[in-house]
T-cell receptor, first 114, second 115 residues
Framework: QQQVKQSPQSLIVQKGGIPIINCAYE??????FPWYQQFPGKGPALLIA?????SEKKEGRFTISFNKSAKQFSLHIMDSQPGDSATYFC?????????????FGKGTMLLVSP | NAGVMQNPRHLVRRRGQEARLRCSPM?????VYWYRQLPEEGLKFMVY????????ESGMPKERFSAEFPKEGPSILRIQQVVRGDSAAYFC?????????????FGSGTQLSVL
């Protein structure tokens, strides 16, 4: 059972475009939703994260939109650049256990063309 | 200020051999997590350790897999009698403490290939 579903699997946008990556979760115990960026040959790096008590969070060109009732959240990248080309993973976590056990989506491979 | 160090970067083993993957957390971090990434899949949690203690191994296969984080030295993920299905990227992450809101820092991973 896949607890975090991510779409699309891959995405191509032109420079300056706004790619949107969507995720949906099932477990209502999740209370922390990070996005990770991974370049080839590297480990994932935390990009931005949100808690369910807010509907939107923005850091630089990256924005998370969160819909608690629909159990969905999405990542928007404003004014995308070729350097944003990477694989993006959404994740969810239950923090009530006192430590992190992230559940990841399958990832979206983003290509930003010049 | 080195990040999370994993070695080797690439490991090739024949079926039935043992694989040992090492992870040195960031300086000052005493909490280590291991994740496995299968081709075209997201990362899956395997185990969470603190120094000398396994806190949560709910994601570890019941057989052939073990992990440790000794008082001195790196954390080790050990896979005995490897099979082709063990081929994957194994990532280690560390955090300063194990509490909520802690940021995890991932290493670059070990790519295990089983022939």
């Amino acid at each position: 059972q896949q607890q975090v579903k991510q779409s699309p699997q891959s995405l191509i946008v032109q420079k300056g475009g706004i790619p949107i990556i969507n995720c949906a979760y099932e477990n209502t115990a999740f209370d922390y939703f990070p996005w990770y960026q991974q370049f080839p040959g590297k480990g994932p790096a935390l990009l931005i994260a949100i808690r369910p008590d807010v509907s939107e969070k923005k850091e630089g060109r990256f924005t998370i939109s969160f819909n608690k009732s629909a159990k969905q959240f999405s990542l928007h990248i404003m004014d995308s650049q070729p350097g944003d080309s990477a694989t993006y993973f959404c994740a969810a976590d239950k923090r009530d256990s006192g430590y992190s056990t992230l559940t990841f989506g399958k990832g979206t491979m983003l290509l930003v063309s010049p | 200020n080195a990040g999370v160090m994993q070695n080797p970067r690439h490991l090739v083993r024949r079926r039935g051999q043992e694989a040992r993957l090492r992870c040195s957390p960031m300086k000052g971090h005493s909490h280590v997590y291991w994740y496995r990434q299968l081709p075209e899949e997201g990362l899956k949690f395997m185990v969470y350790l603190q120094k000398e203690n396994i806190i949560d191994e709910s994601g570890m296969p019941k057989e052939r897999f073990s992990a440790e984080f000794p008082k001195e030295g790196p954390s080790i993920l050990r896979i005995q009698q490897v099979v082709r299905g063990d081929s994957a990227a194994y990532f280690c992450a560390s955090s300063f403490s194990g509490g909520t809101n802690e940021k995890l820092f991932f290493g670059s991973g070990t790519q295990l290939s089983v022939l």
